[in-house]
């Protein structure tokens, strides 16, 4: 990392440590309206116009291992596949038939010899084009080559594998914007794939995802694991473009290491900013990683339906070689799912509240910015205009949203 970045990000926690209020110049955030969460002509416009819109995290490297190794990704309501074709490039196709739109890929993950319809027998390559089908004698004139399947675009950042429905999107790179080259330290295009993992939770998607964006509710939900290390009052909070943010927090103790990450690889090229302290991004608009030189968890907030969603969680770590993942890593994840379960406690209780005439919206404080940043993006990706007017956030934090 420059030392003009990580200064910049020292000096923003000193001075969230010892500041007296929020910054003179910060603006009074406006209420976010509470049927945000249960309106469902605004959770309409939020399914239309963010999901299939939005550079989506889908899958590692490591899960596509060959040619011909696939993995399904569904989350969108789109049923689409990932692929490692035989120039070993990974690409994503609508898992649609051309013919009559049956299925290619009928499993979860796994390789394949070829793509086949098992409706009626088309036969596709790994790149998508049509190379053969039954009885062609009855289909007079059917140009194959205009018959391929339809491509979904798929980037990398990395050894991570994202996609995007929007065929007009910005390239992944550019739309993240600085994330790649805070990212570079980790040594991403050697970062190993380990296990993942998911958990369902009653609640809107977006119940979940504010918790995440700040670190506000440690001392009530996290007393005996978490708060006992982090400092939340020193919380740096870089706000980017696109709706992506950064939440730096500081240890209580220069000193202090992660007991559960004692005896595990290191990356060496971490700054030691972020080594010893704890990093996490949001990559817009439901990716959450909480980064360390010793490996990484990618949490994803998916909606299954308007008052419920699943929560996965994919771990990563620095190459260990051959074989299975380090023994070590059971034990980290077992000590993560427990800070887990402290987060979505509550989560089903606000639902509940969300939908009663008790929550009217949402008083943020300036900890909490980054959830008020999150929505701002959100009203811009449907078009602020479409948003109903009660339900609009006011955009206020342009002068502290930075490149």
């Given at each position: 990392?420059?030392?003009?970045?990580?200064?910049?990000?020292?000096?923003?926690?000193?001075?969230e440590?010892?500041?007296?209020g929020?910054?003179?110049?910060?603006?009074?955030?406006?209420?976010?309206?509470?049927?945000?969460?249960?309106?469902?002509?605004?959770?309409?416009?939020?399914?239309?116009?963010?999901?299939?819109r939005?550079?989506?995290?889908?899958?590692?490297?490591?899960?596509?291992?060959?040619?011909?190794?696939?993995?399904?990704?569904?989350?969108?309501?789109s049923?689409?596949?990932?692929?490692?074709?035989?120039?070993?490039?990974?690409?994503?196709?609508?898992?649609?038939?051309?013919?009559?739109?049956?299925?290619?890929?009928?499993?979860?993950?796994?390789?394949?010899?070829?793509?086949?319809?098992?409706?009626?027998?088309?036969?596709y390559?790994?790149?998508?084009?049509?190379?053969?089908l039954?009885?062609?004698?009855?289909?007079?004139?059917?140009?194959?080559?205009?018959?391929?399947?339809?491509?979904?675009?798929?980037?990398?950042?990395?050894?991570?594998?994202?996609?995007?429905?929007?065929?007009?999107?910005?390239?992944?790179?550019?739309?993240?914007?600085?994330?790649?080259?805070?990212?570079?330290?980790?040594?991403?295009?050697?970062?190993?794939f380990?296990?993942?993992?998911?958990?369902?939770?009653?609640?809107?998607?977006?119940?979940?995802?504010?918790?995440?964006?700040?670190?506000?509710?440690?001392?009530?939900?996290?007393?005996?694991?978490?708060?006992?290390?982090?400092?939340?009052?020193?919380?740096?909070?870089?706000?980017?473009?696109?709706?992506?943010?950064?939440?730096?927090?500081?240890?209580?103790?220069?000193?202090?290491?992660?007991?559960?990450?004692?005896?595990?690889?290191?990356?060496?090229?971490?700054?030691?900013?972020?080594?010893?302290?704890?990093?996490?991004?949001?990559?817009?608009?439901?990716?959450?990683?909480?980064?360390?030189?010793?490996?990484?968890?990618?949490?994803?907030?998916w909606?299954?339906?308007?008052r419920?969603?699943?929560?996965?969680?994919?771990?990563?770590?620095?190459?260990?070689?051959?074989?299975?993942?380090?023994?070590?890593?059971e034990?980290?994840?077992?000590?993560?799912?427990?800070?887990?379960?402290?987060?979505?406690?509550?989560?089903?209780?606000?639902?509940?509240?969300?939908?009663?005439?008790?929550?009217?919206?949402?008083?943020?404080?300036?900890?909490?910015?980054?959830?008020?940043?999150?929505?701002?993006?959100?009203?811009?990706?449907?078009?602020?205009?479409?948003?109903?007017?009660?339900?609009?956030?006011?955009?206020?934090?342009?002068?502290?949203?930075?490149?």
């Amino acid at each position: 990392m420059e030392a003009a970045i990580t200064d910049h990000l020292r000096e923003g926690m000193e001075y969230e440590r010892n500041r007296s209020g929020p910054p003179e110049h910060f603006p009074q955030l406006p209420d976010i309206p509470g049927g945000r969460y249960v309106d469902p002509q605004f959770l309409a416009l939020e399914d239309a116009q963010l999901w299939k819109r939005s550079w989506l995290y889908a899958g590692h490297a490591d899960e596509l291992p060959e040619p011909g190794s696939f993995l399904m990704f569904t989350r969108t309501g789109s049923p689409i596949f990932l692929i490692r074709g035989k120039d070993l490039k990974v690409r994503a196709f609508y898992n649609t038939c051309r013919h009559r739109g049956g299925p290619l890929v009928k499993e979860a993950c796994g390789h394949t010899r070829g793509l086949v319809c098992g409706y009626h027998g088309w036969t596709y390559d790994f790149e998508g084009k049509l190379i053969n089908l039954r009885d062609k004698r009855d289909f007079v004139g059917l140009d194959m080559h205009r018959r391929g399947l339809i491509e979904v675009r798929c980037e990398q950042l990395g050894n991570w594998i994202f996609i995007n429905e929007d065929p007009d999107a910005e390239p992944l790179l550019e739309h993240l914007g600085p994330i790649p080259e805070y990212f570079a330290q980790y040594d991403i295009d050697n970062i190993r794939f380990v296990k993942k993992d998911g958990v369902d939770v009653e609640c809107n998607v977006k119940v979940l995802m504010d918790a995440f964006l700040e670190v506000y509710h440690l001392k009530s939900i996290h007393q005996h694991t978490v708060d006992r290390f982090l400092d939340h009052r020193g919380s740096k909070i870089v706000l980017w473009k696109n709706g992506h943010s950064l939440m730096l927090t500081p240890n209580r103790r220069p000193d202090w290491v992660d007991p559960g990450t004692v005896g595990m690889k290191q990356i060496p090229s971490v700054d030691e900013l972020f080594a010893k302290n704890n990093p996490s991004f949001n990559l817009y608009p439901n990716l959450v990683t909480p980064m360390a030189d010793s490996g990484m968890p990618f949490l994803l907030f998916w909606p299954t339906g308007p008052r419920s969603m699943r929560i996965e969680c994919h771990w990563f770590a620095p190459d260990w070689g051959d074989g299975e993942p380090p023994a070590l890593w059971e034990t980290r994840i077992a000590n993560f799912e427990r800070i887990l379960e402290e987060d979505t406690q509550f989560a089903p209780q606000i639902q509940k509240s969300v939908e009663s005439p008790g929550f009217k919206g949402m008083p943020l404080n300036y900890q909490e910015r980054r959830i008020y940043h999150w929505h701002e993006e959100l009203d811009r990706r449907i078009g602020r205009e479409r948003v109903p007017e009660p339900l609009r956030v006011t955009p206020v934090l342009h002068d502290f949203v930075e490149g």
